[in-house]
């Protein structure tokens, strides 16, 4: 456990004042910094801290809070109590997670048979308020029981490469197989997530589908398309060396997937599989936006879709994963995609940087495996180039 000190960050920063923190008044100094006090419970439908051991406090739990004003992380380990402390914080907002996984033999306690990779987490609650004037703890809530997802969205590179005036041909969703078992991509389906601030529409609050006006699925009958524990597999907008028209991009020529349009006039790599287009309601290529966007990758029944109007609805209940990403990250209010499939949000990229988002490492895992929190505020982070069907870490390519 590592808990980042802020003196650091309060030192960089030009003197203006705190009133962005804690309200219109300047803080006293003794507010400034401050301990807070953190309860972790199970609210979940189960019940299963209740039923095991005689109280609803989750001891254990692992706690990911993010200030979204100084975007400063910290991680604690609530105790024997469910109890931990939050100490030299400010008064913020903070994204957080909150999470504890079941062993199968509390799994087999409460549902009569043992299951591994479940996990207690707090689905609904993504932001908390911390504040100064605030005495009494904050209670976290556990309301859900999750499998872990096997297979997890990446990387996601959307904002073109540098010194190439508009080009944008080089985007690319990655996914990877976070489990110890082989999975089939066969029929999953990637849907871009639907608003318009135009029209004034926002669905961030729908809890049961993400509207979208771009599926696309995986080729396949069911076992065509393995992907192997710890493989990574990129879909590109075009399957082809973007070095050749952008000197600073990147080669997709030999990628696993790409999006061929194939009622518009564009490129096709014939030696790169392509994906199948469900629906997409305008446009001349995949394209996802360069600075904003939501995506998820879904298993849902391509027979029996369901439409409002003009938009394909994706059921939350088969969504795998999803990612949002924004232009500035602590505008938290302008989410598109529903919290409880991604509370927070990476990016704080501007166009043409040449800049990609990419999940980070597990650290808790003991072999290379990816952090899913469902929060992607905590789960990414910013590099500064693509890393095509590999890891940031991993090196060189």
Avoid at 64 to 70: A, D, G, P, R
Avoid at 83 to 104: F, G, K, N, Q, W
Avoid at 168 to 191: M, Q
Avoid at 308 to 320: F, G
């Amino acid at each position: 456990m590592r808990i980042v000190p802020l003196l650091a960050a309060f030192a960089a920063l030009p003197f203006v004042g705190c009133d962005f923190l804690v309200g219109e008044e300047e803080p006293r100094a003794a507010e400034r910094l401050k301990t807070f006090e953190l309860i972790v419970e199970d609210a979940s439908d189960a019940n299963a801290f209740e039923q095991i051991y005689g109280s609803s406090r989750v001891p254990f739990a692992t706690i990911t809070l993010k200030s979204v004003s100084l975007q400063n992380t910290y991680t604690l380990v609530a105790d024997s109590t469910g109890t931990a402390r939050l100490e030299r914080a400010i008064s913020d907002d903070y994204v957080v997670t909150a999470r504890r996984p079941l062993s199968p033999d509390e799994y087999e306690a409460v549902f009569g048979f043992a299951s591994p990779h479940h996990t207690l987490v707090n689905a609904s609650q993504g932001i908390v308020e911390l504040r100064a004037d605030v005495a009494d703890p904050l209670t976290i809530r556990l309301d859900d029981i999750r499998a872990d997802a096997p297979l997890l969205i990446s990387e996601i590179y959307a904002c073109g490469p540098p010194d190439a005036g508009l080009y944008y041909h080089d985007k690319y969703v990655e996914v990877f197989n976070n489990s110890d078992s082989t999975l089939y991509l066969d029929g999953l389906t990637i849907a871009r997530v639907y608003n318009s601030s135009y029209l004034g529409l926002n669905y961030v609050d729908d809890s049961e589908f993400v509207h979208s006006k771009t599926v696309w699925y995986f080729p396949g009958d069911g076992d065509d398309y393995p992907i192997e524990p710890g493989e990574f597999v990129v879909c590109a907008e075009d399957g082809m060396d973007h070095r050749i028209n952008a000197p600073e991009s990147v080669d997709l020529s030999g990628v696993s997937f790409e999006f061929f349009k194939n009622d518009a006039p564009d490129v096709d790599n014939p030696g790169v599989p392509n994906m199948l287009m469900l629906y997409q309601s305008s446009g001349y290529d995949w394209l996802i936006g360069g600075e904003k966007e939501g995506l998820v990758i879904a298993d849902m029944a391509l027979d029996s879709v369901i439409w409002r109007d003009d938009q394909i609805l994706v059921p939350i209940s088969t969504v795998i994963d999803g990612v949002e990403y924004l232009d500035d990250v602590t505008e938290l209010d302008e989410k598109t995609l529903y919290p409880g499939v991604d509370a927070g949000v990476t990016g704080g990229i501007e166009f043409y940087t040449g800049k990609s988002m990419e999940r980070i490492v597990d650290p808790t895992a003991t072999e290379f495996r990816l952090r899913d929190q469902n929060n992607s505020s905590l789960d990414f982070t910013v590099i500064e180039d693509p890393t095509p069907e590999w890891h940031y870490t991993q090196g060189d390519q």
